[in-house]
């Protein structure tokens, strides 16, 4: 199915030749066997396959799963199986070693818990079932499932990436306006991240499409943009498939003689280096124009190596049609008048499409050839029958088409002409059955006139109830927003009062406390005496410097005037001047402008966790970041201490602090055991606009 339009947009530029392959090579040779090794060997492998190197892209690919195994980077490895199971999918010769490594992806995917990886491991197995004819439906569930993972994770990319796919899908149905809103998605998705590899392809399949409507202006636009992009990437193949297109367009205007040169540059660009599939469907196309130039021995020609480098792709255990050369053998047989061969060459395309909605061009073309063979074999009851599921088919593929319009009246002129006897004989009950479809058709439309009417007068009921809804909502979201803010100025200044009493009353008198007791004469004391006194003094020094944490983390006064940032800052200065642990922050200007409840929550939040890692993890080390990414406000707090058992603390007060701050926020959070030892803490809330 994928041959209608797939374009896998790999270039033909030699490997010496490549920039971008050179400089990832020279890069190589001074990397260290690390995490940023097997990133490189994965973007070297893309290209090569890119390029149409696929073997040595399948090398390397190998080797950077083999340092990710080494150096414990389980993404590289995951990313290492997808790659190869997708270049797979261009082949169909492996499809058991390419599921093995899906299944080793997915578990992989699910064990570091990354909702993206998981996706894209539903899309490459989707991809590999778009060849097999009964796993088409299986191919389209998991397309949704890795649509909703991309979504949930948020991964915008791979989610134009599996709009991508539906829309190739679609495009195999027949349903082109669909494929069309699904490129389009794709597309604003790409333009707004700026992935232009992603619009690569995106563009000139959309291009593609637009032919197939003829709407031939939408398309050139389509290809305008798109060789901005290949000036961008300096990507010949690109260049190359819209050359092809525009033959595409030339052949449909009937100037087959202008199409055929581009079908042949097309050849030759898939020839060296080798790309069977894209290979395949070139000579398919050359093979058409000499077809409808009546040069059929070079059209026979050019399909049969159409057909048989196809199958070269394809593993034994498969079977496999070349539908691109399939419907030209009918077209072939019919011009040469071997109506027979047009028969069995017709018949065996269509059982092959029977009942899949993704092969429903092809199965109107072999329901054409069937109608007009039998018609030529003198055989009306079957031509007659073919042609009513042809025109069935064609009427559903493409009923906005005037060309298609114009092609079955001239096809039913033609079976008038050669079947009038039988026409008479049914004129008159055709007549009556029209007469009472007529009829049918006039109660039919006004009831859509009273449905309708009524329809407009229900939706004008419903536009204006929710407007009223809205208007309510909006004053209650004003309300709840102003009851907040009024909460929270009173929390704080709450705050402030029973930190200034904790300060200037109680830490004061403690401090008194505690003079006193230095004051007393211990000349008399015995030894216990002795221990009993100095024990005393140091719990009251402990009370004392409880008290003065306690008021300042209530409302610290550098939270409130500098922001979030400056309070984590000053909050590890403290904490490494007398313990034992090391705290490292990273802020990157990423909590300047945080302030009021977000920061205040925050800075709880990591009170809470810094406790935790003093008390409980022995550790040497402790890291504290906060970052921004992708509309959220990410702090990350870990250590290198003990470890932390969830199913003995998942009730702890601490925990239920946090989630309960996470809640006011609309933030998560998730604890992991890092493999290195210690414990990951990640704490993420949405931003406000």
């Not at 309070?567 to 009021?596: C, M, P």
Request: glycine share 4%.
């Amino acid at each position: 199915m994928r041959y209608l339009l797939l374009f896998f947009l790999t270039s033909t530029v030699a490997v010496a030749q490549n920039p971008i392959i050179d400089s990832l090579r020279r890069e190589l040779t001074k990397l260290p066997t690390d995490s940023n090794r097997v990133k490189t060997l994965h973007e070297l492998a893309t290209n090569l396959w890119w390029n149409g190197y696929d073997s040595i892209a399948i090398q390397t690919l190998r080797q950077g799963m083999k340092v990710a195994q080494q150096v414990k980077y389980p993404t590289g490895e995951i990313r290492a199986r997808l790659a190869l199971a997708r270049i797979e999918a261009d082949y169909l010769s492996d499809t058991k070693s390419a599921h093995a490594q899906l299944d080793t992806a997915q578990q992989m995917a699910i064990t570091i818990h990354d909702l993206s990886l998981q996706g894209q491991v539903f899309l490459r197995r989707a991809q590999l079932y778009e060849n097999i004819m009964d796993k088409l439906p299986v191919a389209r569930t998991l397309l949704d499932k890795a649509l909703q993972k991309f979504k949930q994770a948020p991964d915008r990319k791979w989610e134009a990436q599996a709009y991508n796919e539906m829309a190739i899908m679609k495009m195999g149905e027949g349903n082109y306006v669909a494929a069309i809103n699904f490129w389009l998605n794709a597309q604003r998705i790409q333009e707004s991240i700026g992935d232009w590899k992603g619009l690569r392809a995106t563009l000139p399949n959309l291009g593609a499409v637009y032919i197939k409507l003829n709407r031939y202006t939408e398309a050139m636009a389509c290809f305008t943009e798109a060789e901005k992009v290949a000036d961008r990437l300096n990507d010949t193949m690109i260049r190359t498939f819209i050359l092809s297109r525009k033959g595409e367009i030339f052949e449909k205007k009937g100037e087959y003689a202008t199409a055929l040169p581009l079908y042949l540059q097309q050849v030759k660009a898939y020839s060296n280096p080798y790309l069977p599939g894209n290979l395949a469907r070139a000579y398919g196309a050359v093979g058409r124009m000499y077809i409808q130039l009546n040069q059929y021995d070079k059209a026979l020609h050019y399909t049969k190596l159409s057909q048989d480098t196809y199958r070269k792709t394809v593993e034994k255990t498969q079977e496999a049609m070349e539908h691109n050369a399939q419907a030209n053998f009918g077209k072939i047989y019919l011009a040469l008048k071997q109506y027979d061969r047009t028969v069995s060459s017709a018949r065996e395309g269509l059982a092959w499409t029977e009942n899949v909605r993704e092969m429903r061009p092809e199965r109107t073309e072999y329901l054409r050839q069937l109608s007009d063979a039998y018609d030529h074999l003198k055989q009306p009851a079957k031509a007659l029958y073919y042609f009513k599921r042809y025109k069935a088919e064609a009427d559903t593929m493409l009923n906005e088409e005037a060309m298609q319009k114009a092609t079955v009246a001239s096809m039913t002129f033609d079976f008038e002409k050669k079947q009038q006897v039988v026409r008479l004989q049914q004129a008159r009950q055709q007549a009556r059955i029209q007469l009472l479809e007529n009829d049918n058709l006039e109660k039919t439309r006004n009831f859509l006139i009273v449905l309708l009417l009524l329809s407009a007068g229900i939706l004008g009921f419903v536009f204006w109830n929710n407007r009223r809804l809205r208007t309510r909502n909006e004053e209650l979201s004003r309300k709840n927003a102003e009851i907040e803010a009024a909460l929270y100025r009173g929390q704080t200044i709450e705050r402030k009062r029973v930190a200034s009493e904790l300060h200037d009353s109680v830490a004061s008198k403690v401090s008194a406390l505690k003079w006193r007791f230095e004051a007393f004469d211990t000349s008399q004391f015995d030894t216990d005496q002795h221990r009993e006194h100095a024990r005393l003094l140091e719990h009251m020094g402990e009370v004392y410097d409880d008290i003065r944490a306690i008021s300042h983390n209530l409302m610290p006064e550098i939270l409130e005037k500098q922001g979030l940032q400056a309070a984590l800052i000053k909050l590890t200065d403290t904490l490494n001047v007398q313990n034992r642990t090391r705290f490292l922050i990273e802020v990157e200007k990423s909590g300047e402008d945080v302030r009021g409840k977000t920061a205040y929550e925050l800075y709880a939040i990591t009170l809470e966790l810094v406790n935790n890692i003093l008390k409980h993890a022995r550790a040497r080390q402790a890291d504290i970041s906060l970052f921004r990414q992708n509309g959220f406000l990410a702090l990350t707090v870990q250590d290198d201490g003990q470890g932390f058992s969830l199913e003995n603390q998942k009730d702890g007060i601490g925990l239920q602090n946090i989630q309960s701050r996470l809640e006011r926020l609309g933030g998560t959070y998730l604890i992991s055991n890092r493999d290195q030892g210690g414990t990951l803490v990640n704490v993420q809330i949405p931003m406000a606009g």
